[in-house]
Protein backbone atom coordinates (compact mmCIF):
# COMPACT_ATOMS: atom_id res chain seq x y z
CA UNK A 1 0.00 0.00 0.00
CA UNK A 2 0.97 3.51 -0.81
CA UNK A 3 -0.33 6.96 1.03
CA UNK A 4 -2.03 8.57 -1.81
CA UNK A 5 -3.51 12.57 -0.52
CA UNK A 6 -6.35 14.27 -2.05
CA UNK A 7 -6.88 17.82 -0.16
CA UNK A 8 -6.66 16.85 3.36
CA UNK A 9 -7.19 12.94 3.08
CA UNK A 10 -4.68 10.64 2.90
CA UNK A 11 -5.73 6.88 1.58
CA UNK A 12 -4.02 3.72 1.17
CA UNK A 13 -3.75 2.69 -2.34
CA UNK A 14 -2.59 -1.22 -3.52
CA UNK A 15 0.60 -0.49 -5.38
CA UNK A 16 -0.67 -4.51 -7.35
CA UNK A 17 -4.37 -4.12 -7.78
CA UNK A 18 -4.57 -0.12 -7.34
CA UNK A 19 -7.60 -1.15 -5.22
CA UNK A 20 -8.05 1.91 -2.18
CA UNK A 21 -8.46 1.33 1.58
CA UNK A 22 -10.34 3.57 3.36
CA UNK A 23 -10.07 4.35 7.09
CA UNK A 24 -13.14 4.99 8.75
CA UNK A 25 -15.58 8.08 7.49
CA UNK A 26 -12.81 8.62 4.68
CA UNK A 27 -14.83 7.31 2.05
CA UNK A 28 -17.70 9.73 2.91
CA UNK A 29 -15.25 12.57 3.25
CA UNK A 30 -13.73 12.17 -0.48
CA UNK A 31 -16.56 11.90 -1.42
CA UNK A 32 -17.47 15.09 -0.52
CA UNK A 33 -14.99 17.12 -2.21
CA UNK A 34 -15.21 17.61 -6.24
CA UNK A 35 -12.93 15.52 -7.91
CA UNK A 36 -12.31 12.91 -4.81
CA UNK A 37 -13.00 9.90 -7.32
CA UNK A 38 -10.10 10.59 -9.23
CA UNK A 39 -7.87 8.76 -6.44
CA UNK A 40 -9.54 5.65 -8.43
CA UNK A 41 -7.03 5.66 -11.18
CA UNK A 42 -7.29 2.49 -12.55
CA UNK A 43 -10.22 0.65 -13.82
CA UNK A 44 -10.73 -3.15 -12.63
CA UNK A 45 -12.88 -3.31 -15.58
CA UNK A 46 -10.62 -2.36 -17.97
CA UNK A 47 -7.97 -4.68 -17.07
CA UNK A 48 -10.96 -7.68 -17.27
CA UNK A 49 -13.84 -6.40 -19.61
CA UNK A 50 -16.87 -8.42 -19.56
CA UNK A 51 -16.93 -11.86 -20.81
CA UNK A 52 -13.50 -12.68 -20.46
CA UNK A 53 -12.80 -14.23 -17.02
CA UNK A 54 -14.59 -14.16 -13.87
CA UNK A 55 -12.76 -11.47 -11.64
CA UNK A 56 -13.57 -14.23 -8.46
CA UNK A 57 -15.79 -17.17 -7.86
CA UNK A 58 -18.95 -15.24 -5.71
CA UNK A 59 -20.94 -12.21 -7.83
CA UNK A 60 -19.19 -8.49 -7.08
CA UNK A 61 -16.03 -9.49 -7.23
CA UNK A 62 -16.02 -10.42 -3.33
CA UNK A 63 -12.91 -12.52 -2.18
CA UNK A 64 -13.46 -12.30 1.90
CA UNK A 65 -9.94 -10.86 2.71
CA UNK A 66 -8.51 -9.94 6.35
CA UNK A 67 -8.77 -6.01 7.42
CA UNK A 68 -5.02 -4.59 6.57
CA UNK A 69 -5.54 -2.67 9.77
CA UNK A 70 -6.82 -4.40 12.33
CA UNK A 71 -6.69 -8.81 10.84
CA UNK A 72 -9.65 -9.01 11.56
CA UNK A 73 -12.05 -10.75 9.03
CA UNK A 74 -14.06 -8.09 6.89
CA UNK A 75 -17.40 -8.73 5.68
CA UNK A 76 -19.43 -7.81 2.64
CA UNK A 77 -21.39 -4.81 1.85
CA UNK A 78 -23.53 -3.50 -1.06
CA UNK A 79 -23.78 -0.56 -2.84
CA UNK A 80 -25.92 0.87 -5.56
CA UNK A 81 -23.43 2.22 -8.34
CA UNK A 82 -24.27 5.63 -10.14
CA UNK A 83 -21.68 4.81 -13.00
CA UNK A 84 -21.98 1.03 -15.01
CA UNK A 85 -25.33 0.41 -13.61
CA UNK A 86 -25.12 -2.63 -15.34
CA UNK A 87 -22.49 -4.41 -13.52
CA UNK A 88 -25.01 -4.50 -10.50
CA UNK A 89 -24.05 -3.70 -7.43
CA UNK A 90 -20.81 -2.78 -5.82
CA UNK A 91 -19.72 -5.36 -3.19
CA UNK A 92 -16.51 -4.31 -1.35
CA UNK A 93 -15.29 -4.97 1.98
CA UNK A 94 -15.78 -3.49 5.48
CA UNK A 95 -14.62 -4.14 8.50
CA UNK A 96 -16.87 -3.92 11.38
CA UNK A 97 -13.64 -3.68 14.02
CA UNK A 98 -12.21 -0.59 12.66
CA UNK A 99 -14.86 0.42 10.27
CA UNK A 100 -12.53 0.96 7.49
CA UNK A 101 -12.77 -0.45 3.91
CA UNK A 102 -11.23 -1.45 0.90
CA UNK A 103 -12.86 -1.00 -3.27
CA UNK A 104 -11.38 -2.98 -5.95
CA UNK A 105 -10.13 -0.69 -8.33
CA UNK A 106 -12.56 1.43 -10.57
CA UNK A 107 -15.15 0.98 -7.78
CA UNK A 108 -15.08 3.44 -6.07
CA UNK A 109 -15.27 6.09 -9.29
CA UNK A 110 -18.51 3.74 -10.13
CA UNK A 111 -20.23 4.15 -6.77
CA UNK A 112 -19.54 8.35 -6.56
CA UNK A 113 -20.49 8.36 -10.82
CA UNK A 114 -17.65 10.02 -11.91
Same mark, same amino acid.
Given at each position: ?? $? ?10 ? *? ?6 ? %? ?9 ? $???? *? ?6 ? %? ?14 ? @? ?38 ? @? ?12
Amino acid at each position: ME $PVVFGEITVDRC *TGCQGIWF %DAMECDQLMAL $PGGS *TLDTDCIW %DRNPEGESPLADTPGG @YKGVNCPRCQTKMNPAWLRRKKNTHRGAIVFEKCGQCQGS @YFDAGEFSDLAGA
